[in-house]
């Protein structure tokens, strides 16, 4: 029926992050930036989506066992010096360092590691008691009107939330219309990791770039990874075909490309790796299960 939201530290530190229906609450995105504590982090990610209605979701080691058979990989079949990796919708980077950290233990001869989403920042626009959280195409993300938070993808079966939602569609209005005319000023929330600006500030071979896997791009990279994105729950299958040849198209012959998805931290993987020979994509090897994505590349079975 209803549905508050999260919009304090102490209740993201202490409330029950699910409704007693099961559902997940929503959590006001800008506690994102009032603390450091990773796993605070990680909690106000969990329902938060971007305009496509993507989950910004993602947790630290989330896929060790898959990363490990990404360096065989590259350790096998790479020679490339440097080389260069590309994590696609990487949401705030703490699945990227996994796999960061890993390829600085290999010791290859050089490599740089890019990490990338869309949107790697939200703007928080706020007058009275209500905010919103938008992009940078000022699409609303997320309305928070204490105890309320609602996010871009609907209410489900609350039909309060709905109510307050349709109630707070002038007053949002006026506001965004307010920040567009610069009467108004935004607060930048960075969706970096803390760990990811600490590696950025101290070395070379790490950078966090907005990307998005629909755009084309002139850069080329040796190894692209796009895990929990490439999904046919949020995208349609022309869609996915686009993303995928845009992808391809990335790679440098000999190239890999790693795709996948799983549900939580060290859940089996639906994922393979595929390099790119001949600019076809020839399956190399699966991890728990092979990848939902064969269908779109050539060569995998
Ligand atoms: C569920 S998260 C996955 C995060 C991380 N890769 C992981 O597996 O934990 C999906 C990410 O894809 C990003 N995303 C959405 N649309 C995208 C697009 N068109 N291109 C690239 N990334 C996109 C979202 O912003 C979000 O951060």
């Known amino acids: 029926m209803i549905q508050f939201g999260i919009t304090t530290l102490c209740q993201l530190k202490t409330a029950n992050l699910y409704s007693r229906m099961g559902s997940r609450r929503h959590i006001d995105i800008s506690l994102?930036?009032?603390?450091?504590?990773?796993?605070?982090?990680?909690?106000?990610?969990?329902?938060?989506?971007?305009?496509?209605?993507?989950?910004?979701?993602?947790?630290?080691?989330?896929?060790?066992?898959?990363?490990?058979?990404?360096?065989?990989?590259?350790?096998?079949?790479?020679?490339?010096?440097?080389?260069?990796?590309?994590?696609?919708?990487?949401?705030?980077?703490?699945?990227?360092?996994?796999?960061?950290?890993?390829?600085?233990?290999?010791?290859?001869?050089?490599?740089?590691?890019?990490?990338?989403?869309?949107?790697?920042?939200?703007?928080?626009?706020?007058?009275?008691?209500?905010?919103?959280?938008?992009?940078?195409?000022?699409?609303?993300?997320?309305?928070?009107?204490?105890?309320?938070?609602?996010?871009?993808?609907g209410d489900g079966y609350r039909p309060i939330n709905a109510l307050v939602r349709r109630a707070l569609r002038e007053p949002v209005r006026r506001l965004l219309n307010a920040y567009l005319s610069y009467e108004c000023s935004a607060r930048t929330v960075s969706l970096q990791c803390p760990e990811c600006r600490a590696i950025m500030a101290e070395h070379n071979d790490f950078s966090f770039i907005s990307f998005?896997?629909?755009?084309?791009?002139?850069?080329?990279?040796?190894?692209?990874?796009?895990?929990?994105?490439?999904?046919?729950?949020?995208?349609?299958t022309t869609e996915i075909k686009i993303a995928v040849d845009n992808l391809r198209s990335m790679l440098n012959e000999g190239g890999l490309l790693v795709t996948g998805r799983n549900t939580g931290p060290g859940s089996p993987v639906s994922g393979s790796i595929y390099q790119k020979v001949g600019g076809m994509m020839r399956k190399l090897c699966d991890a728990d299960a092979p990848s939902p994505l064969r269908h779109y590349l050539n060569g995998g079975k």
């Open 32 to 153: 994102y930036n009032q603390t450091d504590d990773p796993k605070l982090q990680e909690r106000v990610l969990l329902n938060f989506a971007g305009s496509s209605g993507v989950y910004r979701r993602t947790y630290a080691h989330r896929f060790d066992r898959f990363d490990e058979q990404i360096l065989r990989s590259i350790v096998s079949q790479l020679s490339f010096d440097p080389c260069l990796v590309l994590d696609v919708g990487a949401s705030d980077g703490r699945s990227s360092l996994n796999l960061y950290h890993s390829l600085r233990g290999l010791k290859l001869g050089g490599f740089h590691f890019t990490a990338s989403d869309p949107q790697p920042r939200v703007l928080i626009v706020k007058r009275g008691r209500l905010s919103i959280a938008i992009d940078s195409s000022a699409d609303v993300l997320q309305i928070v009107w204490p105890p309320f938070v609602l996010g871009c993808c």
């Open 212 to 236: 998005d896997m629909f755009e084309p791009s002139k850069r080329r990279y040796d190894v692209i990874r796009a895990m929990n994105v490439l999904n046919a729950s949020y995208f349609t």
